[in-house]
């Protein structure tokens, strides 16, 4: 048996203890909402009624009957989000799958889908974080019904796939598989990408030929093939055994991915109390599932808004996880691949060289994973060290490769890109805050400079524009949190500040926002907590105020006199503006509510059993 590394075993035993109470109420609360016939046979006549009454005549008579599982399809289809589109044609798939073993499916409920994408850089990304909890809610909302017997989710992007999860856990009771759509085949590289947005960024092309080349990068139906957070969700799922092994980045339309998907329908069946392989999700997410989601995160190189994701889902499992179990991980967890922005290679490059199916054995046999874990395949996650392929029209599983297929893309653990992964947590006195440093040259990773302060994107951009941006410098955009406006991804500064960089100067950024899963190679320091809408520090910060940061020790300090930066006071801007227009009005209860991002900056779930973070918590 394959000795656990000590890191592992000390943060794991931690959150177990940490969470003993929560964890406790938690699964107290599952074990009262399960019974052992199936949900509907609690319902009257009546309520049972509604709930088949458009069903196909077969399908009433087995409801009817209680004899067959009733399987809820929760989906984020949509056809403008690329990642989502493919969805649409699951649900007849997932019904017919399901008769072929003696179930039903329904489709139980849609959940909003935004596309960051879309969004970065307009009104609308005030909204994405706070659509996580939306999607929570709408999830539960869609399982209210009480007909079902387990759920499939069908969902890829950003905060959907924590909000689909998010959702689902607060009906622990039932098996949960997720159904991904799969990535879209490779376009435009995406260094090519990268380098037409700052020739646009400095005026050198025009519109037109940006347009075309982020047509040609972003072409069909499946997830954007950039290591965003997508694409992270993709892969923690499979870490954390919600998926079917290796079905995370198979491309969308094509027969696997359709069998992948049936295969889904008929698991779930058989995880129900009468398909005779009872396993809730409550028992799949536990601590060890929650560490297993973190350390494939790390070793991946994966998106830091999942520092806030992993954080909120496992909170829904009564399970309380920080960002200084992130950090100790990230030291003792190798960074195994390289994936753009870490890299150059995309998803379907890392699927070709192994996948996540040849990360999962390296780390089990290194000790970095716990294998004793329940997963939707039965017990252990060696399930995992597999991949699909078709043989007669249906998926069997083989071993994955015994080595990886591009040394450049994948590595093993005796042989990574980096001893550590590229994420650290970082705290001074300007707050407490995470850092990706996988795409950062070492030349950039310790950045010590004079602040200049902006109150938006657009205004760091407007001073790049008028040419005043001629030196060293870290940016400081302060009042960018979840209360103050929701949070929205900067990644409309990815561009700018790398252009800046590349002319010679010394360039950083730090901010109590978000940076996205597209963080790259300009040290940034992100989600400062508390945020300054809450008293947090980085919105004392004055134009010349000298700024360290430092990824390698873990420091982000304004080097101003001690007794000085005592007595100054935080300058709150008039927000009023980004709290109205396009949706925002409707949003004031989650800016007035949300946690810090260390605690989830979470909106829901704040009383009871799983209570908001202390204000100890909170100042941590």
């Not at 006549?45 to 399908?59: E, I, K, Q, V, Y």
């Not at 360039?507 to 300009?522: C, Q």
């Amino acid at each position: 048996m394959t000795q656990l590394n000590e890191t592992l075993v000390r943060v794991t035993e931690g959150v177990t203890e940490r969470s003993r109470d929560t964890r406790r109420a938690y699964l107290d609360a599952v074990s009262r909402a399960a019974d052992d016939q199936p949900q509907r046979g609690a319902l009257s006549c009546t309520n049972l009624a509604h709930g088949f009454a458009a069903s196909p005549d077969s399908d009433k008579d087995a409801l009817k009957q209680m004899h067959w599982p009733n399987v809820a399809i929760v989906s984020a289809y949509n056809d403008m989000l690329s990642a989502h589109q493919p969805l649409g044609a699951f649900p007849g798939i997932i019904k017919q799958a399901a008769r072929e073993v003696g179930a039903t499916a329904q489709f139980a409920g849609g959940v909003p889908a935004m596309c960051d994408g879309v969004t970065q850089g307009q009104p609308g990304m005030q909204l994405s974080l706070f659509s996580r909890d939306v999607i929570a809610m709408s999830t539960a909302v869609a399982l209210s019904h009480n007909m079902f017997d387990a759920t499939l989710c069908l969902g890829v992007c950003d905060k959907i796939v924590p909000g689909l999860l998010i959702g689902a856990l607060s009906f622990g009771h039932l098996p949960t598989i997720f159904v991904p759509g799969g990535p879209m085949p490779s376009g435009l590289p995406n260094q090519e990408k990268a380098r037409i947005r700052q020739e646009f960024a400095q005026g050198k092309i025009g519109r037109d030929a940006l347009l075309e080349a982020e047509s040609q990068s972003y072409h069909s139906p499946g997830t954007c093939t950039f290591y965003g957070t997508a694409n992270s969700n993709q892969l923690v799922l499979e870490f954390m055994g919600l998926h079917l092994p290796g079905s995370a980045f198979v491309n969308p339309d094509t027969p696997l991915r359709f069998a992948l998907t049936a295969e889904a329908a008929r698991r779930a069946a058989g995880l129900t109390r009468l398909g005779g392989d009872y396993t809730p999700i409550s028992r799949v997410v536990d601590e060890k599932a929650v560490i297993n989601g973190i350390v494939g995160l790390l070793a991946s190189g994966g998106s830091t808004n999942h520092t806030m994701h992993l954080v909120a889902t496992a909170r829904a499992a009564g399970i309380i996880v920080d960002w200084d179990d992130f950090d100790a991980l990230s030291r003792a967890v190798p960074l195994m691949a390289r994936v753009y922005p870490n890299g150059e290679a995309d998803v379907n490059h890392l699927h070709a060289a192994g996948g996540t199916g040849l990360m999962i054995r390296e780390l089990l046999d290194a000790g970095l994973l716990h294998e004793d874990v329940s997963t939707v395949m039965g017990p252990g996650l060696r399930h995992y060290t597999r991949e699909p392929f078709l043989d007669g029209g249906r998926v069997v599983w083989r071993e994955t490769p015994a080595t990886s297929g591009d040394l450049s893309v994948l590595r093993p653990v005796a042989n990574p890109f980096d001893g550590q992964s590229g994420l650290r947590l970082v705290s001074g006195n300007l707050g407490r805050g995470v850092i990706k440093t996988s795409a950062v040259k070492d030349a950039h990773r310790v950045v010590e400079a004079p602040a200049r302060v902006f109150p938006s994107q657009d205004a760091l951009l407007a001073a790049f524009k008028a040419d005043e941006l001629n030196g060293d410098m870290v940016a400081v955009l302060p009042f960018q949190g979840p209360r103050a406006c929701g949070m929205p991804e900067l990644h409309k500064l990815t561009p700018t500040l790398g252009v800046l960089q590349d002319r010679g100067h010394q360039v950083a950024l730090v901010t109590d926002g978000r940076m996205s899963g597209a963080s790259g190679k300009v040290p940034a320091a992100i989600h400062m907590s508390p945020e300054c809408l809450g008293g947090g520090p980085l919105g004392k910060v004055r134009d010349g105020d000298m700024i360290r940061l430092d990824s390698r020790s873990g420091v982000v300090d304004a080097l101003v006199d001690a007794d000085e930066w005592a007595r100054r006071e935080a300058t709150t801007p008039d927000l009023a503006p980004e709290h109205t227009g396009l949706g925002r009005d409707l949003f004031d209860t989650f800016r007035a509510t949300t946690s810090n991002a260390e605690s989830g900056a979470m909106s829901i779930m704040l009383a009871g059993a799983l209570r908001a973070p202390t204000a100890e918590e909170e100042v941590r």
